[in-house]
């Protein structure tokens, strides 16, 4: 069977990581968190206290920076310039700084060409807010995914908490909406659905179910472009 590109989209916390990493295993592809990388530049922009608004100072430091992902004990786990970052990027100091960071042109600009290499003839299943759109415009199968703003609050608040982080439900909201506020406004490949991506609602899905249902679209996908790709030509 052909492999192909699975391109998850989503407004923040609705989940597209756990149904890209589920997704990823079932079809033995390799899943690729776009969020992670953005989030990995913001904690060393944090850490080196970058001016965003100085782009001789952006630019030196993406060419400081090496992002690398590697499966430990299971886990997709994020590396900058070799340290395991996977726990400090998820905190909501990085959280609060990554959006405004994802809007710097020259920072998309060199993680979409890590990204795109990244997919080259592999199948994978990557997930962010601009993979359908601008990463992999030909994706195979391409996922959009939303959930009602106070459940991914709470999700959220679950999820920190069960890796012993500090976090309050109010300001978890107030993070999520903001985030959602600036990637679909900012100006560089907003967050959009695109217009071949398929709308999934997870509001009232559980995991399983929406697995089941991405995995019968990729499915279907599969099996068409493989059809397409051994036609004889007539
Ligand atoms: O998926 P996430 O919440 O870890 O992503 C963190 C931020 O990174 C999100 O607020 C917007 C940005 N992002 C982006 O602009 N483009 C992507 N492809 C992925 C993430």
Do not use: W
């Amino acid at each position: 069977m052909k492999k192909i590109i699975i391109a998850i989209d989503g407004f923040s916390s609705c989940g597209k990581s756990t149904l890209a990493k589920a997704m990823a295993k079932e079809l033995d592809y390799v899943y690729v968190d776009t969020g992670a990388m953005y989030r990995a530049v913001t904690l060393y922009f944090l850490r080196k206290n970058i001016n965003i608004d100085d782009k001789e100072q952006i630019q030196s430091a993406l060419s400081d920076i090496n992002i690398s992902f590697e499966n430990l004990n299971g886990i997709n786990t994020t590396f900058l310039n070799d340290e395991n970052v996977e726990h400090e990027i998820r905190g909501m100091e990085v959280s609060e700084f990554v959006s405004p960071v994802a809007t710097i042109s020259a920072v998309r600009k060199e993680l979409v060409k890590q990204q795109r290499l990244l997919g080259i003839g592999k199948g994978v299943v990557m997930d962010g807010r601009d993979i359908g759109t601008v990463v992999y415009p030909n994706a195979g199968l391409k996922l959009f995914i939303t959930a009602d703003t106070e459940i991914r609050a709470k999700r959220r608040l679950d999820e920190l908490m069960a890796k012993g982080m500090k976090a309050d439900f109010q300001s978890i909201k107030k993070n999520l909406k903001e985030r959602d506020r600036i990637d679909s406004s900012r100006e560089d490949s907003p967050l959009r659905q695109a217009p071949d991506a398929i709308l999934i609602d997870n509001s009232e899905l559980n995991e399983k179910k929406q697995l089941e249902l991405a995995l019968a679209y990729a499915h279907e996908r599969i099996v068409y472009i493989t059809k397409e790709e051994n036609r004889p030509i007539s």
